[in-house]
């Protein structure tokens, strides 16, 4: 079975720019969330999706916002880009709720 | 929500038993402990998941108290390739809105 696929791996962007990123999940998973990973703040969630709803959302500006489509894959948008923003952002799937979530290679984003 | 407290780092040798033991005071009823392992530049990998008592599985065991306010993830044997940051994670549960909350993970270092 084919793990959680984010793309793209890498990307380099100029601040006020804005960026999606795209993750397909496990298949038959329904429950997709991102995460925001930084050194200096490390894991932190940004919203959970589950069959195109948005269930949960984590303390961060609206900016940052995210899509499910019906096939379960998931798109997050981060718009007027700043440097801060720059970190890895991580996309993981999981039958239901945030329990046992497989987790993708990550997005690694530079904000310059 | 339920905050986790992990040692910052631990050292080990290949062939040693790691234990690494997580404390979680406010631990929802219905919130679950489950443990993640990551290699830099990678998304976390799911090790292992518990609610109480102790679970084994191919690659670890987690053993819960009764009073479920701590968690200790035991790994057999260790090699090189188990250095990594484990993070300890407590929530998915109704009373934490599903959220789960990342700490700042325990690195671990296998020597030779």
């Known amino acids: 079975k084919a793990g959680v696929t984010q793309t793209p791996r890498y990307l380099i962007k100029t601040r006020g720019q804005q960026v999606t990123l795209s993750c397909s999940p496990i298949?038959?998973?329904?429950?997709v969330s991102w995460y925001q990973q930084t050194p200096g703040q490390g894991l932190q969630f940004l919203f959970e999706?589950?069959?195109?709803?948005?269930?949960n959302k984590g303390n961060f500006p609206g900016r940052f916002s995210g899509r499910q489509f019906s096939n379960s894959r998931s798109e997050m948008n981060v718009s007027t880009l700043e440097l801060g923003d720059s970190a890895l952002y991580l996309c993981?799937?999981?039958?239901?709720?945030?329990?046992?979530?497989?987790f993708g290679q990550g997005t690694r984003l530079t904000v310059v | 929500l339920a905050k986790t407290t992990q040692p910052i780092s631990m050292d080990s040798y290949e062939g040693q038993e790691v234990n690494i033991t997580c404390s979680h005071n406010?631990?929802?009823?219905?919130?679950?402990i489950t443990w993640y392992q990551q290699f830099p530049s990678q998304g976390p990998r799911f090790i292992i998941q518990?609610?109480?008592?102790?679970v084994t599985n191919e690659v670890a065991s987690l053993f819960i108290p009764a009073d479920r306010k701590s968690s200790t993830l035991s790994l057999p044997r260790v090699s090189l390739s188990d250095t990594a940051v484990y993070y300890c994670?407590?929530?998915?549960?109704?009373?934490?809105?599903?959220?789960?909350?990342w700490g700042a993970g325990t690195k671990l270092i296998i020597k030779p």
């Open positions: 993981a799937s999981s039958t239901d709720r945030n329990r046992g979530a497989f």
């Open positions: 298949s038959g998973h329904r429950s």
């Open positions: 999706y589950f069959s195109e709803t948005q269930r």
């Open positions: 406010n631990i929802a009823t219905n919130d679950y």
């Open positions: 518990g609610y109480k008592t102790k």
């Open positions: 994670l407590v929530g998915g549960g109704m009373d934490s809105n599903y959220q789960l909350i």
